[in-house]
């Protein structure tokens, strides 16, 4: 008689170490998100081609450039329900092959109309791809080391917006602008069939909408390399959700207060981060200092927040994790204080900015590795997605209140020390967020 074991898959991954696998599925993850990145950075070096062929100025351009954020929003507000309903791996694929087709077909648009909304549709793709990402890997890495690898995997995003820079620097000059966005399409649908045959579906996902334990039993095999009992209930210990669909779910009496908090802390600590990165060279112009000079010393505000993600979440792996993340943002804001007061000229100005980085983009990497862990299986790519959509209005904001607080004849220091309000909002809403509740079977 063969006797039937129970297995916990979470446990179960959170008591091994990292397999070959793994490792794997982490680079196929970095992989799409350098790609997400490169499309979503792709037409902030294209302007200047595009606004000199079709001889229309910066601002009429706006739509242009404006567009992709919102489909962004929108794409990651749409994507959640589905993915928890329908599976990570199926969205992962789709919105994959979404923004790589649309993005191709960018290369094709004859007016400002067509492009803006081509690069909205593109942006729907960009939009859904990065929670998804998040949430299939966060429930494949094991716990003690998940918010550093996702950290890990966040870095991928610097990255294809910085390679992206490289790439239009070398196509453009003989090929031309649509070339460019038709090579950066062509990248991630070139890669979709190695996606497709080497990305599982999530276990935890099987396990809660009740697949066959033949195929939980398999694909548990095949990513983490070792064996599981043949005969084998598959369960998840996490908290029970109330009934209904997943985006109510979250805000349901159990989760109501870390859905808020998370929308509250992503929405402002974007807010920061986009006015900083997109006004910082027009200020640090502004005050003094040559556009070259001004492009450099932003640059360090990226440069800080790559490293300060890979920090953050390596300390959230030994530490409360919404403290660490708190604390981040509370070093932003007094590093953001610094800036404010200080001088363009001064020999200290280049550090605050690159460690005024380093805290703000450290956190906020933080808060996507932080955010999978505040929701059981059944609604987690909701939970992670709808904070990324919310948090996408903060970006929009961030960049028009920029122009807004320019406009009415505001200068640098006051400009700048205005945004250590949301950055301290950022870490009050997150630290004072109720702590994830221990799971208990569902």
Same mark, same amino acid.
């Not at 991928?156 to 820079?165: D, R, T, Y």
């Given at each position: 008689?063969?006797?039937?074991?129970?297995?916990?898959?979470?446990?179960?991954?959170?008591?091994?170490?990292?397999?070959?696998?793994?490792?794997?599925?982490?680079?196929?993850?970095?992989?799409?998100?350098?790609?997400?990145?490169?499309?979503?950075?792709?037409?902030?070096?294209?302007?200047?081609?595009?606004?000199?062929?079709?001889?229309?100025?910066?601002?009429?351009?706006?739509?242009?450039?404006?567009?992709?954020?919102?489909?962004?929003?929108?794409?990651?507000?749409?994507?959640?329900?589905?993915?928890?309903?329908?599976?990570?791996?199926?969205?992962?694929?789709?919105?994959?092959?979404?923004?790589?087709?649309?993005?191709?077909?960018?290369?094709?648009?004859?007016?400002?109309?067509?492009?803006?909304?081509?690069?909205?549709?593109?942006?729907?793709?960009?939009?859904?791809?990065?929670?998804?990402?998040?949430?299939?890997?966060?429930?494949?890495?094991?716990?003690?080391?998940?918010?550093?690898?996702?950290?890990?995997?966040?870095?991928?995003?610097?990255?294809?917006?910085?390679?992206?820079?490289?790439?239009?620097?070398?196509?453009?000059?003989?090929?031309?602008?649509?070339?460019?966005?038709?090579?950066?399409?062509?990248?991630?649908?070139?890669?979709?069939?190695?996606?497709?045959?080497?990305?599982?579906?999530?276990?935890?996902?099987?396990?809660?909408?009740?697949?066959?334990?033949?195929?939980?039993?398999?694909?548990?095999?095949?990513?983490?390399?070792?064996?599981?009992?043949?005969?084998?209930?598959?369960?998840?210990?996490?908290?029970?959700?109330?009934?209904?669909?997943?985006?109510?779910?979250?805000?349901?009496?159990?989760?109501?207060?870390?859905?808020?908090?998370?929308?509250?802390?992503?929405?402002?600590?974007?807010?920061?981060?986009?006015?900083?990165?997109?006004?910082?060279?027009?200020?640090?112009?502004?005050?003094?200092?040559?556009?070259?000079?001004?492009?450099?010393?932003?640059?360090?505000?990226?440069?800080?927040? @790559?490293?300060?993600? /890979?920090?953050?979440?390596? !300390?959230?792996?030994? *530490?409360?994790?919404?403290? %660490? =993340? $708190?604390?981040?943002?509370?070093?932003?804001?007094?590093?953001?204080?610094?800036?404010?007061?200080?001088?363009?000229?001064?020999?200290?100005?280049?550090?605050?900015?690159?460690?005024?980085?380093?805290?703000?983009?450290?956190?906020?990497?933080?808060?996507?590795?932080?955010?999978?862990?505040?929701?059981?299986?059944?609604?987690?790519?909701?939970?992670?997605?709808?904070?990324?959509?919310?948090?996408?209005?903060?970006?929009? @904001?961030?960049?028009? /209140?920029?122009?807004?607080? !320019?406009?009415?004849? *505001?200068?640098?220091?006051? %400009? =700048? $020390?205005?945004?250590?309000?949301?950055?301290?909002?950022?870490?009050?809403?997150?630290?004072?967020?109720?702590?994830?509740?221990?799971?208990?079977?569902?």
């Amino acid at each position: 008689m063969n006797t039937v074991h129970s297995l916990d898959v979470r446990a179960y991954i959170d008591s091994r170490g990292m397999s070959g696998y793994q490792w794997l599925l982490l680079g196929l993850c970095f992989l799409i998100v350098t790609t997400d990145g490169m499309d979503v950075a792709i037409m902030g070096f294209l302007a200047p081609a595009i606004t000199k062929e079709w001889g229309i100025s910066k601002a009429a351009f706006g739509a242009v450039m404006s567009a992709a954020p919102i489909g962004l929003a929108i794409g990651a507000l749409l994507v959640g329900p589905l993915s928890d309903r329908y599976g990570r791996k199926k969205l992962l694929m789709a919105s994959v092959f979404w923004f790589g087709l649309c993005s191709v077909l960018c290369g094709t648009a004859s007016d400002v109309i067509s492009l803006s909304l081509l690069r909205f549709l593109t942006g729907l793709g960009l939009g859904a791809a990065m929670p998804t990402t998040t949430t299939l890997l966060s429930e494949y890495v094991p716990e003690k080391s998940r918010s550093t690898l996702i950290a890990v995997m966040f870095t991928g995003f610097n990255l294809g917006s910085a390679l992206v820079g490289f790439g239009a620097a070398a196509i453009l000059p003989d090929y031309g602008w649509r070339t460019v966005l038709m090579v950066g399409g062509a990248i991630p649908l070139a890669c979709l069939p190695f996606y497709l045959w080497l990305i599982p579906e999530s276990t935890q996902f099987l396990v809660a909408r009740q697949h066959s334990p033949e195929r939980i039993g398999r694909t548990l095999r095949r990513v983490c390399g070792a064996a599981v009992p043949q005969a084998a209930a598959y369960t998840i210990s996490e908290r029970k959700v109330p009934t209904g669909t997943p985006a109510k779910a979250l805000l349901s009496p159990d989760f109501r207060r870390i859905t808020v908090s998370l929308w509250a802390t992503y929405f402002m600590g974007l807010l920061v981060i986009y006015l900083l990165s997109g006004w910082l060279p027009t200020l640090i112009k502004d005050a003094g200092l040559p556009i070259e000079k001004a492009a450099n010393i932003t640059a360090l505000f990226q440069l800080g927040g @790559t490293v300060g993600a /890979l920090v953050v979440g390596y !300390l959230m792996d030994r *530490w409360a994790p919404n403290r %660490v =993340i $708190a604390t981040a943002y509370i070093g932003g804001a007094a590093f953001i204080l610094l800036l404010a007061s200080g001088s363009v000229q001064s020999a200290t100005f280049a550090l605050f900015v690159l460690l005024a980085g380093f805290c703000m983009s450290g956190a906020q990497t933080g808060l996507n590795a932080f955010a999978p862990q505040c929701y059981p299986t059944i609604v987690r790519a909701t939970g992670v997605s709808w904070m990324l959509g919310i948090g996408r209005f903060g970006s929009i @904001t961030g960049s028009f /209140l920029g122009g807004v607080l !320019l406009s009415l004849g *505001w200068g640098f220091s006051a %400009v =700048i $020390a205005i945004l250590a309000i949301p950055a301290t909002i950022a870490a009050l809403s997150i630290v004072l967020s109720r702590s994830t509740p221990r799971p208990v079977l569902a």
